[in-house]
């Protein structure tokens, strides 16, 4: 894996920039690999639109900010029109799949669709729709290794890292049965 | 308590990494007033100062902020404040009044959109001249540019140790995008990190005066409340501290504070030099934009054009004579800056004649490897 670039982009308060923090950690202090984790947002605390970039390289990290990413996670309809563009070819989107109807689908594109809000309010709390959608990363691309993720997730939520870790598992299981469909 | 330096691993930002800078430095005092992008700089600092002895304050604004930098720095303290554009417009009477009555102290400007209130969550390297220029007078001061994280913990530590080395206030002029970046840090060993204090007085209390300086045109700094007479003021003053409207004070104040920057230029000044030796092509950058930069270069020295970068870690003094020496080799030299020109300037001043092209970026994106390997291009061509 020379350079790998990451794109999550929605809604102020859907964990948006936690998400990229805790990927960008997993590979950083639990893979052993380079990461920087950049992010962009408006003045809103909710609502506004949200994006974070990772970029996981096993080389020194130059340009530490996302050019053409190879993988976009949309988690609204609004970052997905944004931003589905500028995947590369070969690249591959994940989406929530109550909050993001895709246009029309790329040859070139993977789509993978991750019913990840709906996942996180079945155990409880769609706060955690952002782990869910981590865990199908995980599984999807092994972009990190499960372990790091885990070790990542329990380090950013100490005190509620059951709930977290449950999203987490649920999350790399719905990654791997679309995987299995292919 | 808390240990004062956590060394070991971590995946942070660049506004944390100041912060722990910092609190290695041996900073005892923050002056606080909350903005966007600097704000966890003022976040950490308040959790951490007080596990470590030290005092956490916020001010009702940032004059207020600035002055309590000056008044903690008189009483013996490292003291620091954070801010970005606005508040650092607001902080520049007092940061006057640091650099006439000589008090060591850090201020951190996480840069924004300008100018106004811009674009509060959006980066910009625009107070590279106000940083320089921005309170009234004949003055110097030393500002520092970090383009890593890692370097924003090890250049604040080295802000203070010259703010205490040469009584001046010192600078560390942080683009927003690396500010709210994250990326490791290593943090080392307390015994592995230079720290510089200021120079007491060796005097007894009757013999001292304040702004009596030795040869290095520095004088030692008695705490206030240690006995000694300290007499401040922003007016121009004698040695003693007292005002003196003459000639002949003003001019030997004002060339002192000046001059014990300037014959320590070169021991100031740090760049960092990339394929510098050969070249013809010159990128000169700083802050994340240089990053850019970096990965250009490369890419145009594997298409056999002769380019090199050069990047400021020191803005201010600006390495002029640096830049001169090299000018009789170049052909061409590209400056990059995420506003609208302005340390350009000193380039084209120094380079001349050879011909710069500026390169600006306005509004949170720094420059895309692709666009200065386009500019490389072209000036070989």
Same mark, same amino acid.
């Given at each position: 894996?020379a350079?790998? &670039?990451?794109?999550?982009a929605g809604?102020?308060?859907?964990?948006?920039v936690?998400?990229g923090?805790?990927?960008?950690?997993?590979a950083?202090?639990f893979?052993?690999?380079n990461a920087?984790?950049t992010?962009?947002?408006?003045? *809103?605390?909710r609502?506004g639109?949200?994006?974070?970039?990772?970029v996981?390289?096993?080389?020194?990290?130059?340009?530490?900010?996302v050019?053409?990413p190879?993988?976009?996670?949309a988690?609204?309809q609004?970052?997905?029109?944004?931003?589905h563009?500028d995947?590369?070819?070969?690249?591959?989107?994940?989406?929530?799949e109550d909050?993001?109807?895709?246009s *029309?689908?790329k040859?070139?594109?993977?789509?993978?669709?991750?019913?990840?809000?709906r996942t996180?309010?079945a155990?409880g709390?769609?706060?955690?729709?952002?782990v869910?959608?981590?865990?199908?990363?995980?599984?999807?691309?092994?972009?990190v290794?499960? &372990?790091?993720?885990?070790?990542a997730v329990?380090?950013?939520?100490?005190?509620?890292?059951e709930?977290?870790l449950?999203?987490l598992?649920?999350?790399?299981a719905?990654?791997?049965q679309l995987? &299995?469909? &292919? | +308590?808390?240990?004062k330096v956590?060394?070991?691993?971590?995946?942070?930002?660049?506004?944390?990494?100041?912060a722990?800078?910092?609190?290695?430095?041996?900073?005892?005092f923050? @002056?606080?007033y909350p903005?966007?992008?600097a704000?966890e700089i003022?976040?950490?600092?308040?959790v951490r100062?007080?596990?470590?002895?030290?005092?956490f304050?916020?001010?009702e604004?940032?004059?207020?902020?600035?002055?309590?930098?000056v008044?903690?720095s008189?009483a013996?303290?490292k003291?620091m404040?954070? #801010?970005?554009?606005p508040?650092?417009?607001? +902080?520049?009477e007092?940061?006057?009044?640091?650099?006439?009555?000589?008090?060591?102290?850090?201020v951190v400007?996480? +840069?924004?959109?300008?100018?106004?209130?811009?674009?509060?969550t959006?980066?910009?390297?625009?107070?590279? +001249?106000?940083?320089?220029?921005?309170?009234?007078?004949?003055?110097e001061?030393?500002?520092?540019?970090?383009s890593?994280v890692?370097?924003?913990f090890?250049l #604040?530590?080295?802000a203070?140790?010259?703010?205490e080395?040469? =009584?001046?206030?010192?600078?560390?002029m942080?683009d927003?995008i690396?500010?709210?970046m994250y990326?490791?840090i290593?943090?080392?060993e307390?015994e592995e990190?230079?720290i510089?204090n200021r120079?007491k007085?060796?005097?007894?209390?009757?013999?001292?005066l304040p702004?009596k300086?030795?040869?290095?045109l520095?004088?030692p700094?008695a705490?206030?409340?240690?006995g000694?007479?300290?007499?401040?003021?922003g007016?121009?003053?004698d040695?003693?501290?007292y005002p003196d409207?003459?000639i002949?004070?003003q001019?030997?104040?004002?060339?002192?504070?000046?001059?014990?920057?300037?014959r320590n230029?070169e021991?100031?000044?740090?760049?960092e030099?990339?394929?510098?030796e050969d070249?013809?092509i010159l990128?000169? @950058?700083?802050g994340?934009?240089?990053?850019?930069?970096?990965?250009?270069v490369?890419?145009?020295?594997?298409?056999?054009?002769?380019?090199?970068l050069?990047?400021?870690? #020191?803005?201010?003094?600006?390495p002029? =004579?640096?830049l001169?020496?090299?000018s009789?080799?170049?052909d061409a030299?590209?400056m990059l800056?995420?506003?609208y020109g302005?340390?350009?300037r000193e380039?084209?001043r120094?380079?001349?004649?050879?011909p710069?092209t500026?390169?600006?970026?306005?509004?949170?994106?720094?420059?895309?490897?692709?666009?200065i390997?386009?500019?490389?291009? =072209?000036?070989?061509?």
């Amino acid at each position: 894996m020379a350079r790998y &670039e990451v794109r999550i982009a929605g809604f102020g308060g859907q964990g948006v920039v936690t998400a990229g923090y805790v990927l960008g950690q997993s590979a950083c202090l639990f893979d052993g690999k380079n990461a920087t984790m950049t992010q962009s947002y408006g003045p *809103e605390a909710r609502g506004g639109a949200c994006r974070s970039e990772a970029v996981i390289s096993d080389t020194a990290i130059d340009f530490p900010k996302v050019v053409k990413p190879g993988l976009l996670v949309a988690m609204s309809q609004e970052a997905y029109l944004l931003y589905h563009e500028d995947v590369k070819e070969g690249g591959t989107i994940i989406l929530d799949e109550d909050l993001v109807s895709p246009s *029309e689908e790329k040859k070139n594109i993977k789509y993978y669709k991750i019913p990840a809000t709906r996942t996180a309010e079945a155990l409880g709390n769609r706060i955690v729709a952002n782990v869910v959608m981590l865990g199908s990363v995980v599984s999807l691309t092994r972009m990190v290794s499960e &372990e790091a993720m885990k070790k990542a997730v329990e380090a950013r939520w100490p005190r509620f890292s059951e709930l977290n870790l449950k999203a987490l598992k649920k999350g790399m299981a719905l990654g791997r049965q679309l995987l &299995e469909k &292919e | +308590m808390s240990r004062k330096v956590l060394t070991g691993s971590y995946f942070v930002h660049g506004d944390w990494a100041c912060a722990e800078g910092a609190l290695a430095a041996g900073c005892k005092f923050y @002056a606080a007033y909350p903005i966007t992008p600097a704000s966890e700089i003022a976040e950490r600092m308040a959790v951490r100062l007080p596990q470590v002895g030290g005092a956490f304050i916020q001010f009702e604004d940032e004059l207020g902020a600035m002055a309590a930098v000056v008044g903690a720095s008189y009483a013996g303290k490292k003291a620091m404040t954070a #801010t970005s554009g606005p508040g650092f417009s607001l +902080m520049q009477e007092n940061i006057g009044l640091a650099i006439m009555t000589e008090a060591p102290c850090v201020v951190v400007d996480v +840069m924004r959109g300008a100018p106004s209130t811009g674009q509060p969550t959006k980066a910009g390297q625009g107070e590279m +001249m106000q940083v320089r220029w921005g309170s009234h007078g004949d003055y110097e001061i030393i500002s520092l540019v970090p383009s890593s994280v890692q370097e924003t913990f090890d250049l #604040t530590v080295e802000a203070f140790n010259r703010s205490e080395r040469y =009584r001046i206030p010192t600078f560390v002029m942080v683009d927003g995008i690396l500010g709210h970046m994250y990326e490791r840090i290593e943090i080392p060993e307390p015994e592995e990190i230079d720290i510089v204090n200021r120079k007491k007085p060796t005097q007894t209390p009757e013999e001292y005066l304040p702004f009596k300086a030795d040869e290095d045109l520095i004088p030692p700094m008695a705490n206030f409340g240690d006995g000694y007479h300290f007499y401040s003021t922003g007016l121009t003053h004698d040695e003693r501290g007292y005002p003196d409207m003459s000639i002949e004070v003003q001019d030997k104040l004002i060339r002192r504070l000046s001059d014990k920057i300037r014959r320590n230029e070169e021991k100031i000044i740090r760049i960092e030099e990339v394929d510098v030796e050969d070249a013809e092509i010159l990128v000169v @950058a700083y802050g994340i934009p240089s990053r850019s930069a970096l990965k250009a270069v490369e890419q145009a020295r594997a298409e056999g054009i002769r380019a090199g970068l050069l990047r400021l870690i #020191t803005a201010w003094p600006f390495p002029t =004579r640096i830049l001169e020496d090299l000018s009789s080799q170049l052909d061409a030299v590209i400056m990059l800056e995420m506003n609208y020109g302005q340390l350009v300037r000193e380039v084209e001043r120094a380079v001349k004649p050879t011909p710069v092209t500026f390169l600006p970026k306005l509004g949170e994106e720094p420059h895309k490897p692709d666009e200065i390997l386009t500019a490389i291009r =072209r000036c070989s061509g």
